[in-house]
């Protein structure tokens, strides 16, 4: 059915009455504001029961106002421009009222309690009855129309309903339909919000594990460096140990070398001595001495493989198999338990090394 809009005289402040009542609508029952009236942070204003309804539905666990438990408040987010809004332990009630908007509601309705003739007025008219107007709901058709239509209409066998009342009726499914997208959309913001936190708690958490991984390896890497500058200092005492003894039996050995060869230098020259009688008062002492020289029994020398290094090889292959299985311990409850496992392998792989640093020193 189509309809027509008809209209009855207008006063000249008709269309501001209308602008104000638009005004003072309350976004979640859609009915002018019921006082007290709250106004938001972000300056948007709500019924106080209609605002404590979408918060309730946003924080299902909140304390009521009369109960003893003392609740850390809450939060809900405005239905008007979505800002969200903190409450404190008072919920909606800590809420400032917006007194100016109290006042004009009550002056609007003193204005609309004037006689009928002071307020414009619009209704829709029946287009098959132009003079009557649309007041019933035909619930068969769900359209409304008017009481013509139902006596002698189309809509003569439908059931229909007051106008009112199916007005009221949808006007309240809209609004707690309204309500619950509110809370909806609330919960699902929190939802959200929740995960986006999550991310940021793996980030932080990634990142600290990071630093300890790093630090773990590198007090690792600390401990092979002191392990390699030990093993570097046994290697280089047990050389000069067994150097100092080569070069003092070279020095024995130079030495009697050179004795050697001036005993010889000596005979030699006697030899070319022309004179018999003089050569044979040197010969016999000269005689003597390169038997003796002869004679002199030298240090022993280095015994057969003296100069291998070879008992200082480390065998590193155990452990750095052992390395390559370091792996993460989903079970770890702390650090100091990883310290621990750690200080006590330490212990533990520092002895055999003790072994095979203490071992070639007692070679020479």
């Known amino acids: 059915m189509n309809f027509t809009v008809g209209f009855k005289p207008l006063l000249g402040d008709a269309h501001s009455m209308d602008s104000l009542e638009k005004q003072l609508i309350c976004p979640i029952c859609l009915e002018m504001f019921s006082k007290p009236v709250v106004i938001l942070p972000c300056q948007h204003n709500l019924c106080r029961k209609c605002a404590n309804d979408v918060f309730q539905a946003s924080n299902p666990l909140w304390q009521s106002r009369g109960s003893t438990t003392v609740s850390s408040g809450g939060r ?24 100016l908007v109290e006042n ?22 029946c287009e098959e009855h132009e003079d009557e107007k649309i007041n019933i709901y035909c619930l068969s058709c769900e359209v409304p129309t008017c009481s013509l239509c139902k006596v002698f209409g189309a809509h003569k066998d439908c059931e229909v309903a007051p106008l009112p009342t199916i007005y009221k009726r949808q006007k309240s499914e809209l609004g707690d339909g309204i309500s619950m997208l509110v809370a909806g959309n609330d919960r699902v913001q929190a939802v959200i919000t929740q995960m986006e936190e999550v991310c940021q708690t793996i980030e932080d958490n990634s990142r600290r594990q990071k630093q300890l991984l790093n630090q773990r390896f590198e007090a690792l890497c600390a401990v092979l460096e002191e392990r390699k500058g030990e093993l570097l200092q046994a290697l280089a005492r047990k050389q000069e140990e067994k ?107 520092a002895g055999p090394e003790e072994e095979r640093l203490e071992g070639p020193e007692g070679l020479h």
Not at 79 to 94: A, F, I, K, N, Q
Not at 109 to 114: F, G, I, L, P, V
Not at 256 to 268: D, N, R, T, Y
Not at 271 to 278: R, S, Y
């Open 76 to 99: 809900f987010r405005c239905p008007s421009c979505r800002h969200e809004v903190v409450l404190d332990r008072h919920g909606v009630y800590g809420l400032q009222r917006n007194l």
């Open 104 to 125: 004009i509601i009550d002056i609007y309705k003193q204005e609309s309690s004037r006689p009928l003739h002071s307020k414009a007025e619009q209704h829709l008219m």
């Open 243 to 349: 150097l100092q003894r080569v070069r003092a039996l070279i020095r024995q050995y130079g030495d009697h070398l050179e004795a050697s060869s001036k005993l010889v230098e000596s005979a030699i020259q006697s030899m070319e001595e022309p004179q018999m009688a003089l050569y044979l008062q040197q010969a016999k002492e000269l005689i003597n001495k390169v038997g003796t020289m002869s004679k002199v029994e030298l240090a022993g020398r280095p015994e057969p493989g003296y100069e291998s290094m070879e008992q200082f090889t480390v065998s590193v292959e155990h452990v750095a198999e052992m390395l390559r299985t370091i792996d993460f311990q989903p079970g770890a409850s702390g650090e100091e338990e990883d310290e621990e496992v750690a200080l006590d392998g330490e212990e533990g792989s």
